[in-house]
């Protein structure tokens, strides 16, 4: 019985999916790690790992409600070799992040295509015609 134990349990770690981010098997070490926090909750955050991976941040209460604010950036090396750096506010406005690398919305205003227009005159048209075959009764 112990024996059909151990093969099972060979077996569930054998099938085990491996989750290989194409990084080494080696740990980053951590080579920088600033934290400096003051009484009324301003901070500052520095940290470095052996791995390339940069952050830093400060911020402090000075939003609505004594809410967080803070800014900074990160960056690290994508497995294709491509450096990522990202700079960022968080604020009431929500968290905006700045990168070459983010996707960005086409400026406005922008052509807008045949189709949708299309798709927005059969709405108006289907909405004129469901308002006129409607009959309102006031009693």
């Not at 790690?33 to 520095?46: A, K, M, P, R, W």
């Not at 209460?61 to 506010?89: L, M, N, Q, R």
């Amino acid at each position: 019985m112990k024996l059909i134990l151990i093969a099972a349990l060979a077996a569930v770690v054998a099938a085990a999916p491996s989750y290989d981010n194409g990084s080494s098997e080696e740990e980053a070490k951590i080579l920088q790690h600033d934290f400096n926090i003051e009484d009324d909750g301003t901070y500052v955050l520095g940290v470095e790992t052996s791995n390339g991976i940069v952050a830093s941040q400060s911020g402090a209460p000075s939003g609505p409600d004594y809410a967080v604010e803070k800014s900074g950036y990160f960056s690290w090396t994508a497995p294709d070799g491509t450096p990522v750096h990202v700079k960022f506010v968080a604020d009431e406005n929500g968290y905006q992040p700045e990168s070459d690398l983010l996707p960005v919305a086409p400026e406005f205003p922008h052509p807008i295509p045949d189709f949708v227009l299309a798709q927005i005159a059969k709405a108006a048209e289907e909405d004129r015609n469901r308002d006129s075959n409607e009959s309102y009764s006031y009693e």
